[in-house]
């Protein structure tokens, strides 16, 4: 029970600076460039600047906070994430929606860049390019601490989950036709510079998620083996995949060799070649990589 305890405040924890950083993002690379980032996040911060126009223009003395607006837009998402998803997913889920805009609000931008030189810092305001290319890194690696940690920050992530478990197959892209309508309206409202930027922020902020989160990534291991059972238990124990056994012969002395192939999830591949050369170090390891997967294909439970 500690164990399972200390695993949730360390997992409680992560998401907690997942939220920082998402909210400091906001508050100084995205406010400097004018940016969106795109799915509730981006469509939120629209909302939030034509409603702060509208109060500016009656003369009102208020500024118009994030974290609401946020929370009420990631509605159908979030039942989404109840309903397809997972309870526990969805509720650390909006853990990190509540937190990282409550943050948002919260958090004055002169704390944040105290630290910061002023020449750097009239470099980082003026230059949209550097602006935008910073913001894109530290919201991708935020997102994906969140998804490495069973969480999201809400929106079409809930959304490209969902058609990554059912289609079997990363759909990331995906969100950018949704994003792009909130890039064109918020490019006629506001200017078109912060909207052509934001794409170089979403791009960034894509690969980075591509980068670090893999659990949608597929490849196929080609394991060349004269202890074929040893290797099939290994790949099953660790990623609860099966394999299929091919008879082989060595063409340089023509002895006989087993080949196993599995398709695996990408973030397995590295603890699978380790514990197969533990049961076989003579094993010879090919790695394919594999754009879908059609079939039963073994996804771990999200709750």
């Known amino acids: 029970m500690n164990a399972k305890y200390k695993g949730e405040i360390i997992r ?22 004018a940016l969106y980032p795109g799915g509730a996040a981006g469509l939120s911060m629209l909302v939030q ?9 009656f003369g009102i003395k208020f500024t118009v ?10 509605a159908i998402p979030v039942y989404i994430g109840f309903r397809y998803i997972g309870k526990r997913f969805t509720l650390q889920s909006l853990y990190v ?22 020449a750097d810092m009239a470099r ?25 940690w069973n969480a999201t920050s809400g929106g079409t992530d809930f959304i490209a989950i969902y058609l990554s478990e059912k289609k079997g197959r990363e759909t990331w892209n995906l969100i950018l036709g949704f994003n792009a ?14 909207a052509l930027y934001s794409i170089v922020f979403q791009f960034v902020y894509l690969q980075v998620v591509h980068l670090m989160y893999r659990t949608y990534q597929y490849q196929t291991l080609f394991i060349v083996t004269t ?19 091919m008879d082989a012969k060595g063409s340089f002395k023509g002895e006989p060799r087993s080949v196993v192939m599995s398709v695996v999830a990408a973030d397995d591949t590295t603890h699978i070649y380790a514990l197969c050369k533990s049961v076989d170090p003579d ?13 039963r294909f073994y996804l771990r439970p999200r709750d």
């Open 227 to 245: 202890r074929p059972e040893k290797v099939c238990e290994a790949i099953y124990r660790l990623s609860h995949h099966g394999a299929t056994v």
């Open 49 to 57: 600047r034509l409603s702060q126009l509208a109060v500016d223009f």
């Open 65 to 74: 906070p994030f974290g609401p607006i946020n929370l009420v837009l990631n």
């Open 283 to 295: 094993a010879f390891i090919d790695t394919v990589s594999t754009s879908r997967v059609i079939g």
């Open 12 to 33: 409680y924890a992560v998401l907690a600076l997942a939220s920082l950083l998402l909210a400091v993002d906001y508050r100084t690379f995205v406010s400097w460039g």
């Open 181 to 194: 309508i909130v890039l064109l309206a918020g490019g006629y409202w506001f200017g078109w510079t912060g």
């Open 124 to 148: 980082l305001q003026s230059d949209p390019f550097v602006t935008s290319l910073f913001g894109g890194i530290v919201f991708g690696f935020a997102i994906a601490l969140c998804l490495r």
């Open 97 to 118: 929606i509540f937190l990282s805009g409550f943050l948002t609000d919260l958090i004055p931008v002169d704390t944040i860049t105290s630290f910061i030189p002023a």
